[in-house]
């Protein structure tokens, strides 16, 4: 199994590279930083092209990555035009409030992905299959804007009717709250309900699908029936034979689909006004803020080339004949 790990690690190291040197290109190639001041008449030739040295902008796009990508091996990945504070201080600040969203959205989804399809393979076209797949396709149709501006509305209609505060819609956390440990947590988790519950419906809706269509091969397979004949319990033959084998597509799909739920984060964030990596990605691109933009889509690189590396992992301990591919 180790063998296997460091395969698969050393496959994403020049993986990584090429995505970086890719998304390097995408940003250089998107606009002029400088435009701004190119079109204010106040500032002189000269300090724009000083500012265009400071930028490296008149260097060639390969020159001004290998400048860019030996910062990023020593840890520094430059800093905001805008702010002109250190990039990774404002990564590691606004990844928590992502990481917050997306981990318990995506790990909420998983397990009622996976219940779901499994119960609707088992107990193929009974109420409980014909309801979660009208479910499934009335949700994987939403878009995320849509189902994020419709929880929102949902959520100010309700507490305008009970006259007080019950869902938070807007924010990831009460502005200057004075509270105890308990009380934050739990401002944060009330923050969280609504945007959470947008990509957890829309993830769920889809990779319960996948679930219960890997669930239903599973369990007409020889194994299965093999298994059925020794006589082996019912939980034992679904738990150790069926749902292991599974699971294998359904892992594929959701580290695949990490890239989709941190566009949808993007959304979410931006209709809740959580100041988290979704939003920041929207105020530099709009801002031009090439450096914060290229740490974010570096950050984004790597989440989704770690995730399919988990993935890779998860393929081994769950098929063994894996790891020797």
């Known amino acids: 199994m180790l063998g296997f790990i460091i395969r698969r690690l050393l496959v994403s190291i020049p993986l990584l590279l090429l995505a970086s040197f890719v ?13 701004p001041l190119r079109s204010n008449p106040a500032i002189s030739e000269a300090t724009i092209q000083a500012r265009a040295a400071e930028l490296n902008l008149d260097k060639s796009i390969p020159e001004r990555y290998g400048i860019w990508i030996s910062g990023v091996i020593a840890g520094d990945l430059g800093t905001s035009s805008v702010t002109r504070e250190p990039v990774t201080e ?12 997306v981990g318990f959205a995506t790990v909420l989804a998983v397990l009622a992905g996976v219940t779901i399809g499994v119960i609707a393979a088992i107990r193929q076209y009974s109420w409980f299959d014909h309801g979660a797949t009208f479910f499934a396709f009335l949700f994987f149709s939403v878009p995320v804007f849509f189902m994020a501006a419709f929880l929102k509305d949902i ?3 309700i507490n305008e009717a009970v006259g007080r505060r019950i869902f938070f819609t807007v924010g990831e956390q009460t502005p200057r709250l004075d509270a105890n440990w ?31 269509s890997a669930m239903l091969e599973t369990l007409n397979s020889d194994y299965v029936r093999t298994a059925k004949a020794k006589g082996l319990p019912q939980r034992k033959v679904m738990v150790n034979h069926a749902l292991r084998n599974a699971l294998i597509p359904v892992v594929t799909i959701v580290a695949i689909d990490f890239g989709a739920v941190i566009g949808g ?9 959580w100041r988290g990596m979704g939003q920041l990605f929207v105020d530099s691109l709009f801002a031009r803020d090439t450096d914060v933009l290229l740490g974010w889509l570096l950050v984004t690189s ?8 988990i993935a890779d992992i998860l393929y081994g301990y769950l098929d063994p004949r894996i790891r020797r591919v």
């Open 155 to 157: 959520g100010i209609r």
């Open 265 to 273: 984060a993007v959304i979410t964030e931006t209709v809740f006004s």
């Open 302 to 309: 790597i989440l989704v080339i770690f995730f399919n590396l």
């Open 23 to 35: 998304v390097f290109v995408l940003v250089a190639s998107s606009g002029d930083p400088l435009a």
């Open 182 to 212: 308990f009380g934050m947590w739990s401002d944060r988790i009330g923050h969280l309900i609504l945007p959470a519950l947008t990509l957890i419906l829309i993830q769920m809706a889809s990779w319960s699908r996948y679930q219960r």
């Open 90 to 101: 404002i990564l590691q600040r606004r990844m928590w409030v992502t990481v917050r969203l």
